[in-house]
């Protein structure tokens, strides 16, 4: 099912008024050589990621990442890049980086008109739901999450006909359709905290069972849990992680929380992206193997030469799908303009806001 059918009419073009084509205009496709200019103004840019991206592959990139960087300020526009975005893109052209939640509330504060939100679709609404007033786009409409694909609004209407008086706590990586029809949101480090400020028995923590779970093990609270997964967390097994011990017997291994449990209880650290990455910035650690989407570890081990990455990759398809390329397209032709019904914009937003305001 596509996120169309899945959420429709969010995230589809606005069907009245004008268009953002249709308000900013083309603009003219610009050439893409790899010039003396190209390669001065890209040289500080290659300087991050040199032992990341090797030096044959430069003079491709270059031309690409020089002519977006200088769109974004023609079209007064922010580039939002995830932390699983490849280094070209995250190193290259981003203004802003970390997690969903982070990118959306910190392009509230800049005063860009145009939004181009390099993760996948539901972050890209979770920014149009804290910055209505700006143009959100992303650079390919077809990048879903497996995770918020799991659940719908209708799924959320249900589940509090069979369990009245059940807080029910949404995990971020979902539609704003979902965010619109729970109590509040949570992320995957303040999960926790979230939970337990209810105060109460049992609450519902959905889509991830996975998250759900981990949250469960460290809580008296009885955390009901919804059938979804990350496809590429829930592909990291306990086992695996034992046979890199055998062979890298001093490497640490952080995992993400949305990993099984038995895979977290297998590691030496888990947290949120921001706390993995934090955590090695910090420890510093000889060897270092991150439980999560391959190109996090590339993005945090250009910024920590002196950590040695075994990486073990599981891609995230969906993130894949955000190229160079296509965001220069994006700023070009000013497509694939992100869009929330105000109604459940405006209940979605009360989800998010209660989080943030939340003092934990």
């Known amino acids: ?116 939100q390099c993760g996948v679709h539901f972050m890209a609404e979770t920014s149009k739901i804290l910055s209505p007033e700006k143009t959100v786009l992303i650079p390919d409409m077809r990048a879903g999450c497996s995770l918020a694909e799991s659940i719908t609004g209708a799924d959320v209407r249900a589940l509090r006909e069979r369990n009245p008086g059940v807080p029910i706590i949404t995990y971020v990586n979902t539609s704003a359709d979902v965010k619109a029809e729970c109590d509040i949101c949570c992320t995957s480090s303040n999960a926790l905290q979230v939970v337990e400020s209810f105060g109460v028995d049992r609450v519902f923590l959905i889509p991830d069972k996975y998250l759900a779970a981990n949250v469960g093990n460290k809580t008296d609270v009885e955390v009901l849990v919804w059938d979804g997964a990350c496809e590429v967390h829930e592909r990291f097994t306990a086992d695996e992680l034992r046979d890199y011990r055998k062979i890298e017997p001093n490497v640490k291994i952080i995992a993400h929380p949305e990993c099984p449990p038995e895979v977290v209880a297998e590691a030496d650290f888990a947290g949120s992206t921001a706390h993995m990455i934090n955590w090695v910035k910090i420890k510093q650690p000889e060897k270092v193997m991150m439980i999560t989407e391959c190109s996090m570890a590339d993005n945090v081990a250009s910024e920590t030469p002196g950590v040695d990455f075994i990486r073990p990759c599981n891609l995230c398809p969906h993130m894949k799908r955000i190229t160079l390329g296509k965001i220069l397209d994006t700023l070009v032709e000013m497509k694939d303009e992100v869009v929330v019904d105000p109604a459940i914009a405006d209940k979605a937003r009360t989800a998010v806001e209660r989080m943030i305001n939340l003092k934990i």
Do not use: C
Not at 41 to 48: D, F, M, N, Q, S
Not at 83 to 97: K, L, Q, R
């Open 1 to 116: 099912m596509t996120i169309a059918q899945t959420n429709a009419p969010i995230g589809t073009p606005i069907a009245a008024g004008i268009s953002a084509l249709g308000r900013y205009g083309k603009l003219e496709r610009p050439e893409l050589a790899y010039t003396p200019e190209v390669a001065e103004a890209t040289a500080p840019i290659y300087e991050k990621v040199k032992h990341i991206i090797p030096a044959i592959e430069w003079p491709a990139l270059a031309p690409t990442i020089h002519a977006i960087n200088k769109l974004k300020k023609e079209r007064n526009a922010v580039i939002l890049a995830h932390n699983y975005m490849t280094p070209d893109i995250f190193h290259g052209v981003a203004d802003i980086v970390g997690d969903s939640l982070q990118l959306a509330i910190e392009a509230t504060r800049t005063d860009a008109e145009v939004i181009v």
